[in-house]
């Protein structure tokens, strides 16, 4: 089956959002119930601390970047024309 073609089914398109997020709920399921082992760092025994992580570093990285491309990017609707 061709990529595009699971693209543009509606259905197929929602059944796998659906797939992914369950896969997500095991996974941090997974998280608190398998025992950590010779942890090196005190995050590290932290159930979930990774993925927190990772979205808090996901939305800075996104408001940082709207804000410099408003910052330098963006330009006033008549700035050609001065």
Same mark, same amino acid.
Request: glycine share 4%; aromatic share 18%; net charge negative.
């Given at each position: 089956?061709? $990529?595009?073609?699971?693209?543009?089914?509606?259905?197929?398109?929602?059944?796998?959002?659906?797939?992914?997020? /369950?896969?997500? %709920?095991?996974?941090?399921?997974?998280?608190?119930?398998?025992?950590? &082992? &010779?942890?090196?760092?005190?995050?590290?025994?932290?159930?979930?601390?990774?993925? /927190?992580?990772?979205? /808090?570093?996901?939305?800075?990285?996104?408001?940082? %970047?709207?804000?410099?491309?408003? $910052?330098?990017?963006?330009?006033?609707?008549?700035?050609?024309?001065?």
């Amino acid at each position: 089956m061709r $990529l595009e073609k699971i693209f543009d089914n509606p259905q197929r398109l929602q059944t796998l959002k659906w797939v992914l997020y /369950a896969a997500m %709920a095991v996974f941090i399921v997974l998280d608190f119930v398998i025992p950590r &082992h &010779h942890v090196e760092f005190f995050w590290d025994e932290v159930p979930g601390f990774s993925a /927190a992580f990772g979205f /808090a570093a996901f939305v800075v990285v996104v408001v940082v %970047a709207k804000a410099l491309g408003r $910052l330098f990017l963006q330009k006033d609707e008549d700035y050609y024309e001065k």
